[in-house]
């Protein structure tokens, strides 16, 4: 993220100019932005002219819009921001009328909010200083396997391949042999296409023999992508099995440089003392409490979560936020479609783990 400016005054208001850089930019815009806010960018309306208004054409403009609604599409790299127009060129547009500003990485844009908490200017500061890391994770058994690649703030299912491998009594060895050959070629080609210069590593894992053998193949056929390969254990390969490999240990060492990795560490250890009936806070009002007392050392909480407070009750994640923070705690806003966030929506959308038991 490349900030350009801002102007903000210090109970919180003002704007700030900058321009998204790549798809964990756009993730990060879409939780900051809520509706009421106001957005300024250069964007295409299309426009109608003549009496009878028969003739169109798209004409580029600047225009603000008040924030009504925001969808981040991953797969096309974009956010869509919809809103009502409150400034632009009028013999062009409609005062009032609706518009949707697609946002991609290098488009410049101005947020103003009302109220900017320190959590999110904080994410954006981070969000300059960052540098791009990756890392692909590759599920595997005999029947299938599932590619991932995880950034700081995303998890995103890259490929899904079957092995299409004939039972015992339906082909000889043969047959089978040059099946499986087959299946881990494709498995290594999708695994060279999701790798860039920016992959910290590769991690395959899998039940049982198959990713061995996979490895063993990406050496002789990827030479240069064998030095970045972890092998692991995971009970399958589908989703499930990219999701165990976060909470195994061979993995933690390279995955903790990216946040999603610590994220799923901080709820493996929420759900630990939830189980031990340990130092931890869940729902809103116990987590409330624990703040107001300077209990609080991490505060997790979803996307969701924060954006609904944001929009509907804005005073009340103020002061819970401020006591976090006067009680030198940490925040971090859980994406609630990656595996961690899943599991804090299952418990309320919000927990903390606490230097001291409050009960």
Same mark, same amino acid.
């Given at each position: 993220?490349?900030?350009?400016?801002?102007?903000?005054? =210090?109970?919180?208001?003002?704007?700030?100019?900058?321009?998204?850089?790549?798809?964990?930019?756009?993730?990060?815009?879409?939780?900051?932005?809520?509706? /009421?806010?106001?957005?300024?960018?250069?964007?295409?309306?299309?426009?109608?002219? /003549?009496?009878?208004?028969?003739?169109?054409?798209?004409?580029? $403009?600047?225009?603000?819009?008040?924030?009504?609604?925001?969808?981040?599409?991953?797969?096309?790299?974009?956010?869509?921001?919809? /809103?009502?127009?409150?400034?632009?060129?009028?013999?062009?547009?409609?005062?009032?009328?609706?518009?949707?500003?697609? &946002?991609?990485?290098?488009?410049?844009?101005?947020?103003?909010?009302?109220?900017?908490?320190?959590?999110?200017?904080? +994410?954006?500061?981070?969000?300059?200083?960052?540098?791009?890391? *990756?890392?692909?994770?590759?599920?595997?058994?005999?029947?299938?396997?599932?590619?991932?690649?995880?950034?700081?703030?995303?998890?995103?299912?890259?490929?899904?391949?079957?092995?299409?491998?004939?039972?015992?009594?339906?082909?000889? /060895?043969?047959?089978?042999?040059?099946?499986? +050959?087959? !299946?881990?070629?494709?498995?290594?080609?999708?695994?060279?296409?999701?790798?860039?210069?920016?992959? &910290?590593?590769?991690?395959?894992?899998?039940?049982?023999?198959? =990713?061995?053998?996979?490895?063993?193949?990406?050496?002789?056929?990827?030479?240069?992508?064998?030095? =970045?390969? &972890?092998?692991?254990?995971?009970?399958?390969?589908?989703?499930?099995?990219?999701?165990?490999?976060?909470?195994?240990?061979?993995?933690?060492?390279?995955?903790?440089?990216?946040?999603?990795?610590? *994220?799923?560490?901080? $709820?493996? *250890?929420? !759900?630990?003392?939830?189980?031990?009936?340990?130092?931890?806070?869940?729902?809103?009002?116990?987590?409330?409490?624990?703040?107001?007392?300077?209990?609080?050392?991490?505060?997790?909480?979803?996307?969701?979560?924060?954006?609904?407070? $944001?929009? *509907?009750?804005?005073?009340?994640?103020?002061?819970?936020?401020?006591?976090?923070?006067?009680?030198?705690?940490?925040?971090?806003?859980?994406?609630?479609?990656?595996?961690?966030? $899943?599991?804090?929506?299952?418990?309320?959308?919000?927990?903390?783990?606490?230097?001291?038991?409050?009960?």
């Amino acid at each position: 993220m490349r900030i350009l400016g801002e102007k903000i005054k =210090k109970r919180g208001e003002g704007q700030i100019t900058l321009i998204p850089e790549n798809l964990d930019d756009l993730w990060l815009l879409y939780n900051i932005l809520t509706p /009421g806010d106001i957005v300024y960018a250069q964007t295409f309306r299309r426009v109608k002219f /003549g009496e009878d208004k028969s003739r169109s054409e798209r004409i580029s $403009m600047f225009l603000g819009i008040e924030v009504t609604s925001i969808a981040f599409d991953k797969y096309s790299t974009r956010l869509r921001v919809k /809103g009502k127009i409150i400034k632009g060129p009028e013999r062009l547009c409609s005062i009032g009328s609706f518009h949707t500003l697609n &946002i991609s990485p290098n488009t410049k844009l101005t947020i103003h909010k009302r109220q900017w908490p320190k959590p999110l200017l904080e +994410k954006l500061y981070q969000s300059t200083k960052r540098k791009t890391a *990756e890392a692909v994770i590759v599920a595997i058994d005999s029947e299938e396997a599932t590619i991932a690649k995880l950034t700081d703030y995303t998890a995103a299912v890259k490929a899904t391949i079957y092995s299409h491998i004939p039972g015992k009594t339906l082909a000889d /060895g043969k047959t089978r042999l040059q099946a499986l +050959k087959t !299946f881990l070629g494709q498995v290594a080609k999708a695994i060279s296409e999701n790798v860039t210069k920016d992959t &910290i590593g590769i991690i395959i894992a899998g039940p049982a023999d198959t =990713k061995n053998k996979l490895y063993e193949l990406i050496k002789e056929q990827y030479p240069q992508l064998a030095g =970045k390969c &972890i092998i692991d254990t995971v009970s399958d390969g589908t989703q499930a099995g990219v999701n165990e490999v976060l909470k195994r240990g061979a993995a933690i060492k390279m995955l903790k440089k990216l946040r999603i990795a610590m *994220e799923e560490a901080l $709820m493996e *250890e929420i !759900f630990e003392r939830i189980a031990k009936d340990g130092n931890v806070a869940y729902t809103l009002d116990d987590v409330e409490k624990a703040a107001e007392i300077g209990a609080v050392e991490t505060l997790l909480i979803t996307n969701n979560l924060f954006t609904k407070l $944001m929009r *509907e009750n804005p005073q009340r994640l103020e002061k819970l936020l401020e006591n976090v923070e006067q009680g030198r705690g940490k925040v971090h806003i859980v994406d609630i479609d990656t595996n961690a966030g $899943m599991k804090l929506k299952a418990i309320g959308e919000i927990a903390a783990l606490l230097r001291y038991k409050i009960y």
